[in-house]
């Protein structure tokens, strides 16, 4: 069986934290408990506005996790110097607006090919693996291939909210775009909004070699703590992929 990787996006719990500020509860160790409960990576991603993850967390990420960590980051000079600073395994490019409560699409890679080359080109040229969240769009694939990414991030946001044949329709395309991907020679992840109940035809989906997982874990934490919460991610994962 060729094992799925799960990145948990540990985001949620420092936006908890910053609810009443201080120092409780800390993401890194959310991170930790991830690690311990199956988690190959941890994914974090720094706003502009600092809304949940800040600057000491990322740098503190980066030393103390054992773990890959994936650094999500909007297209700006400032993102590209915190990356280049702490230099990631991963640094994952997402769209991002001040006034979206979370990010709702994937980025228009084939529309902003002359303003992302040269983020990408220094973020590769650092060692950094770069990857594009974008919408299972075969044109946006393409564009990210010749940016230079070597990963795109498939928005399965779309599909997880959508219902019957209106959430078939969805799953088709992340399907299709998945193994357009492979095709052309990207490694795809897929993530956002990913459940219980939507998680497993994603994962069985073998073109995808990882997914990326937050808001519903740190959700379902309250409930079953985070331990047990990912650990039943991690078996749902697995069984799709023993199929």
Do not use: W
């Not at 993850?53 to 909007?74: K, V, Y």
């Not at 928005?155 to 193994?179: L, P, S």
């Amino acid at each position: 069986m060729e094992k799925l990787r799960l990145g948990v996006n540990i985001d949620h719990v420092a936006t908890i934290r910053n609810a009443r500020g201080g120092l409780h509860p800390d993401p890194v160790r959310a991170a930790r408990l991830a690690v311990e409960a199956g988690a190959d990576g941890i994914t974090a991603h720094l706003r502009e506005d600092r809304r949940h993850i800040s600057d000491r967390d990322i740098a503190r990420l980066a030393t103390e996790i054992d773990r890959p960590l994936n650094f999500e980051m909007a297209a700006t000079e400032e993102m590209l110097s915190i990356a280049l600073r702490h230099r990631p395994h991963a640094a994952c490019i997402v769209p991002e607006r001040r006034e979206e409560r979370t990010t709702e699409g994937g980025l228009d890679a084939a529309g902003g090919l002359a303003a992302l080359a040269p983020i990408v080109g220094r973020l590769a040229g650092a060692g950094i693996r770069v990857s594009l969240f974008v919408e299972p769009a075969l044109k946006q694939l393409d564009a990210a291939k010749k940016l230079g990414a070597v990963v795109v991030e498939l928005h399965t946001g779309a599909y997880c909210e959508a219902e019957g044949v209106e959430r078939d329709r969805h799953f088709a395309r992340i399907a299709a775009a998945a193994a357009h991907a492979e095709a052309i020679g990207l490694e795809c992840h897929a993530g956002h909004g990913l459940a219980y109940d939507s998680v497993v035809p994603v994962a069985a989906i073998r073109s995808i070699v990882e997914l990326n997982i937050g808001h519903f874990l740190i959700g379902e934490a309250i409930f079953s703590g985070l331990e047990n919460a990912i650990r039943r991610m991690r078996a749902l994962l697995d069984k799709a992929r023993a199929v």
